[in-house]
């Protein structure tokens, strides 16, 4: 698992709205440094990492919710979403791994059974995995993090 970012520019003096807003975008872009390697998924780690980095910056945004003007609810909204699409597809990986391990261990007859589990994940995991791609489709079209970004700047930059 990735180490979270440091935030730099925070001291016990920052003000809290500047103090947050500099955590948000720094847990925000720890998030996106692993979205290209996510979308390739070929390397369930980078997954995992972005799904740990989204949970650090839904953690953040939660304290902040009573700092900004209603319109920072959808930006909250939509990364929690966005986390809640990870795991879709990330709990799929953990089980496959697991699973895999435990048949290693059961006897031939068995383990016809737990191929069938497998592949019936497989296509489950590959239906959320289209649901991860086309939300981030629509992330993009919407242009979301420019968006974010602006409202953050507006928001907590003084």
């Keep these: 698992m990735a180490k979270a970012a440091k935030v730099s520019g925070v001291t016990g003096a920052t003000n809290f709205k500047v103090a947050i807003g500099r955590i948000i975008e720094t847990r925000f872009d720890e998030m996106l440094r692993h979205k290209s390697r996510t979308i390739l998924g070929r390397d369930p780690e980078a997954l995992h990492d972005m799904r740990v980095a989204s949970r650090r910056l839904r953690a ?32 799929y990986d953990v089980m496959r791994a697991a699973l895999t391990d435990y048949r290693q261990s059961r006897p031939e007859p068995e383990r016809v059974t737990i191929n069938r589990i497998l592949q019936a994940q497989r296509q489950e995991r590959d239906a959320n995995r289209a649901a991860l791609i086309a939300f981030f489709e629509h992330l993009d079209d919407e242009r979301f993090d420019v968006r974010f970004r602006g409202f953050l700047a507006e928001h907590t930059h003084g």
């Design 60 to 91: 953040a945004m939660d304290v902040a919710v009573t700092c900004f003007p209603r319109k920072y609810g959808y930006f909250h909204r939509t990364v929690k979403e966005l986390t809640d699409v990870l795991g879709g597809v990330r709990d």
